[in-house]
């Protein structure tokens, strides 16, 4: 089984800033990606930022040049750091991880709430 816990979120003004953590447990190995995605209501789920097994990292364009995710392989964890915060970033974010290679596995964390007030 695999676990992943996030810390982190809350509520702050535009313009402010927010870290979101993550840690992945259990039996975690040939780690895909892992990155965070978020959804706000109403809308799909969308991509954030993640890291590649290679240390690529891809943002959603909307977050490009504000958001900077970072991961330790050792560790199994991942951060986002979200500047410059918007209110139409307000959604609720979700841990990501995908490992596995002959058989791919999905995991996702329970999901932290960001709000972001004008």
């Known amino acids: 089984q695999v676990q992943l816990v996030e810390s982190g979120g809350g509520l702050v003004q535009a313009g402010g800033s927010l870290r979101l953590s993550c840690a992945a447990s259990g039996s975690v190995s040939d780690i895909n990606t892992m990155g965070w995605y978020r959804q706000a209501p109403g809308k799909q789920r969308e991509l954030v930022a993640a890291?590649?097994?290679?240390?690529?990292?891809e943002y959603g364009d909307s977050v490009k040049g504000r958001f900077t995710i970072s991961g330790d392989n050792a560790k199994n964890t991942v951060d986002l750091q979200m500047n410059t915060l918007k209110p139409e970033d307000t959604a609720v974010y979700y841990c990501?991880?995908?490992?596995?290679?002959?058989?791919?596995?999905?995991?996702w964390g329970q999901g932290t709430q960001v709000t972001v007030s004008s």
């Open positions: 990501n991880l995908v490992m596995g290679t002959r058989y791919v596995y999905h995991y």
């Open positions: 890291i590649l097994s290679g240390g690529i990292t």
